[in-house]
Nanobody, 119 residues
């Protein structure tokens, strides 16, 4: 069973930064999604198994950066210029075959970490 352990969420003021981490028990293509109550899980970013190709949701392009440390089987999400609308629970996901923007194609999920951006 693949395990994903997330960390790094918290409370930050608008315009601030946070970095999320997700440690996996193996090497996979990885992604981040976010979800607010009553809404579907929204694609944020994804990165291939090798780490050489990245994908971003339109709402975070230019502000968020996904990266991967294959030696540690860890994926990071650097979030800059945060906005109140970025407030959500952020979930790390692992893909056996990457289909980056589709949550139903994620094979394994982390437990989620809350990110709250105050105005």
């Amino acid at each position: 069973q693949v395990q994903l352990v997330e960390s790094g969420g918290g409370l930050v003021q608008a315009g601030g930064s946070l970095r999320l981490s997700c440690a996996a028990s193996g090497r996979y293509a990885m992604g981040w999604f976010r979800q607010t109550p009553g809404k579907e899980r929204e694609f944020v970013a994804a990165i291939t198994w090798s780490g050489d190709v990245t994908y971003y949701g339109d709402s975070v392009k230019g502000r968020f950066t996904i990266s991967k440390d294959n030696a540690k089987n860890t994926v990071y999400l650097q979030m800059n210029s945060l906005k109140p609308e970025d407030t959500a629970v952020y979930y790390c996901g692992a893909y056996r075959i990457i289909v980056p923007t589709t949550s139903t194609r994620v094979d394994y999920w982390g437990q989620g970490t809350q990110v709250t951006v105050s105005s």
